[in-house]
């Protein structure tokens, strides 16, 4: 859920991280505010029909609820995420505690550190364990004490680079979220109005989990042997060559470091700034380009 971070200190809570004497990183106290009164804005509008009949039709009361009881859901999800999710940090270990799962004793032998735009990520075999964003409190905590760690004991831990990017898979949370709040609901208003303006109205909303859902499964890119393979959301594979690519990383969207490929000058894909194995593409690009230069003036 790093994404999560991310989007709620890029457009809700633009601070810096502070640090203190604590040995636990946790998000924000600050944030916990905005889902909590998500929650209470819609149980308020949830009760509307009780205390004002005429504010709603009888008949749709059902999936008034419905949709409603739905967001309230997801409110609390991310109350109880934000309350719960916690890493205290020791010296040779770390516990980890996220909403809905058992807390976790990690020690520090063999984690993999990597130093993202977004802060940092935790790696064991190369099998993503955690992610610290540089919105919380003591965000350099824990990469300070593993690295502490590691030298005081002479541990030296291989980075295992993915030849891969993939979708962030937080993401998944949107179309099933959409599923809940506006395919359902449009269904009822189907069986109970026809084709009615909110049915027409909903279809955008459709299209839109739609893409989203094809992006998560299919698209992903490659590189490998001098060559980068983009999927694309509908399946298509399009190969092209390394020595002829070439990258503008900006803020597009909520990450500074956005990046989009171009391919002979033409734009071949968009990656957002967070997901894994971006800076490896990049660093990728570069050094296979120089090392085609360098061919180039040998020769």
């Known amino acids: 859920m790093n994404w999560l971070s991310g989007l709620l200190g890029s457009i809700l809570v633009r601070r810096k991280s502070k ?6 990183i946790e ?6 505010i905005v889902p909590i009164l998500g929650i209470l804005v819609f149980v308020i509008i949830l009760l509307l029909p009780i205390f004002l009949p005429e504010f709603i039709n009888q008949d749709s009361v059902f999936f008034f609820v419905f949709f409603f009881v739905s967001i309230i859901i997801v409110f609390s999800y991310f109350t109880v995420y934000l309350f719960i999710w916690k890493v205290e940090v020791s010296d040779s270990y770390f516990l980890f505690s996220r909403a809905f799962r058992k807390q976790q004793k990690i020690a520090y032998d063999n984690i993999e550190m990597r130093d993202v735009s977004s802060g940092y990520r935790f790696y064991i075999d190369n099998k993503h364990i955690l992610s610290i964003s540089f919105y919380q409190d003591n965000y350099r905590l824990l990469d300070k004490a593993i690295r502490s760690y590691q030298k005081l004991n002479k541990i030296k831990t291989k980075k295992e680079i993915t030849n891969i990017l993939k979708p962030i898979q937080g993401l998944w949370f949107l179309p ?11 269904i009822g208003i189907y069986l109970d109005e026809g084709l009615s303006k909110g049915f027409y109205i909903s279809l955008p909303f459709h299209l839109i989990t739609i893409f989203i859902f094809l992006f998560m499964a299919n698209w992903k890119i490659v590189f490998k042997d001098g060559i980068i393979t983009k999927t694309t959301i509908i ?3 399009k190969a092209y060559e390394v020595q002829y690519v070439t ?9 500074p470091d956005d990046t989009t490929l171009y391919y002979k000058g033409k734009k071949i894909a968009f990656i957002m700034g967070n997901v894994n194995n971006r800076s490896e593409l990049l660093e990728y690009i570069d ?3 120089k090392f085609e230069r360098s061919l180039e003036v040998d020769d």
């Open 287 to 289: 050094h296979f380009n």
């Open 235 to 237: 399946g298509d594979k």
């Open 176 to 186: 099933f979220a959409s599923l809940i709040i506006v395919f359902i609901p449009t």
């Open 19 to 24: 640090s203190n004497e604590s040995n636990i």
């Open 247 to 255: 990258y503008v990383v900006s803020q597009r969207f909520m990450n």
């Open 27 to 32: 998000y924000p106290t600050s944030w916990r």
